[in-house]
């Protein structure tokens, strides 16, 4: 399992670059899944290169308790991790102007819905009509524009997924790039087949046994009187129950520190911190002609729209730059979904 509680958080790749199989029952599993993800979209799979580079100049506001709001502060990214904060960093490596702009950790959905969030909310219970190739695209799209909003984390609690949906989502967030879990769901409905023990245990020997080659791990979403110690005990896999959703929140801690807490990620993402992981957002202030203090970024990011996110980086990964999200197939996925969204509404 993608556990980051007991070994170090890799990166990830696209399965034409993954390293030789260590099981191969397991590989012949997943090249059966990615050759079915062809017909789901032709929108092609390129995650971006781990870039070194430094942010210069910015208001850094990097909920670590130690380092605090820093104004003029250098961010210095390498091999995927924040290596260094601090002012005037002595670097090579390629410059990124953080004048006027706040640096801070991408921000941690750690309790959503999207599918049901993906068709406005109108749709509600199992997904028996819905064809996992649209699952997968309204899926893609989500988390497409969760992360240009500076999301680098979601927890996707399946409640309404089965069968071959969960695969459907499980490739969704792989394909995606950001970071997150996907909890699979113990309560039986219409829609499951079999044993949900099997189904999840399946899951998880396809998709999250050493050695993982994504940012994604695996949950278990269960109802407060279910008992499953059968699956957590042997793979310590986390438990959400799925009556527990989380509150909206405002507050920037959280929606970083805090929230990557409540998902058991706090030592590798929630703050800017040295070792940490760089999963990181710039935003731009309200007047950029004005100096960036440390009051005036958190009076902006209590006042902060998606738009104004200009910069996203996932475990050392540029997602957008100068306002811009780098996913090459931008345009096919939103036509994809657009399809597939009609679809849904011409059923529902």
């Known amino acids: 399992m993608f556990c980051l509680c007991c070994r170090p958080a890799p ?4 399965e034409a670059v993954v390293g ?10 997943r090249r059966a899944a990615y050759q079915r993800r062809q017909g789901f979209s032709r929108a092609t799979v390129a995650h971006p290169i781990q870039d070194e580079f430094v942010i210069r100049n910015c ?22 991790t924040i290596a260094n904060i601090g002012k005037g960093l002595a670097t090579k490596a390629p410059e990124i102007d953080g004048a006027g702009r706040i640096a801070l950790p991408g921000f ?28 997968y695209r309204l899926l893609r799209l989500a988390l497409l524009d969760l992360s240009s909003s500076g999301i680098t984390t979601v927890h996707y609690c399946a409640a309404d997924i089965a069968g071959d949906h969960a695969e459907a ?6 394909d995606a790039g950001l970071r997150g ?15 949900p023990v099997r189904a999840v245990q399946d899951l998880y020997e396809t998709w999250f046994a050493e050695p993982p080659d994504h940012l994604l791990d695996l949950g278990i979403a269960t109802g407060a009187d279910q008992d499953v110690e059968q699956i957590v005990a042997p793979h310590l896999l986390p438990v959400v ?13 959280d929606r970083t520190l805090d929230a990557a807490r ?13 070792g940490k992981r760089a999963d990181l957002i710039l935003v731009c202030g309200l007047a950029r002609e004005e100096p960036m203090t440390p009051a005036r970024a958190r009076q902006t990011l209590g006042e902060m729209t998606a738009d104004r996110v200009e910069f996203v980086c996932v475990d050392g990964r540029i997602k957008k730059r100068n306002g811009v999200l780098t996913e090459p197939n931008e345009g096919l996925i939103r036509s994809e979904a657009r399809d597939a969204l009609t679809r849904q509404a011409r059923l529902g």
Not at 11 to 14: K, Q
Not at 169 to 174: D, G, S
Not at 241 to 253: E, F, I, K, L, S
């Open 59 to 80: 208001c850094a506001v990097t909920m670590d308790p130690h380092i605090g709001d820093v104004a003029g502060a250098d961010v210095h990214v390498r091999d995927g």
């Open 20 to 29: 030789p199989a260590h099981d191969v029952e397991r590989a012949l599993k």
């Open 169 to 174: 989502a499980v490739l969704a967030q792989i």
């Open 181 to 195: 879990r996907f909890s699979y769901p113990m309560q039986r409905n219409g829609e499951t087949d079999g044993d």
């Open 241 to 253: 129950t799925v009556h527990d959703d989380q509150p909206a929140r405002g507050q920037c801690a």
């Open 262 to 274: 409540r998902l058991g990620l706090d030592q590798w993402i929630g703050s800017l911190s040295p």
């Open 108 to 135: 941690v959905m750690d309790h959503r819905h999207l599918f049901d969030e993906a068709l406005g909310g109108w749709r509600r219970g199992p997904l028996h009509d819905v064809e996992p190739a649209d699952l």
């Open 11 to 14: 990166g990830f790749f696209a």
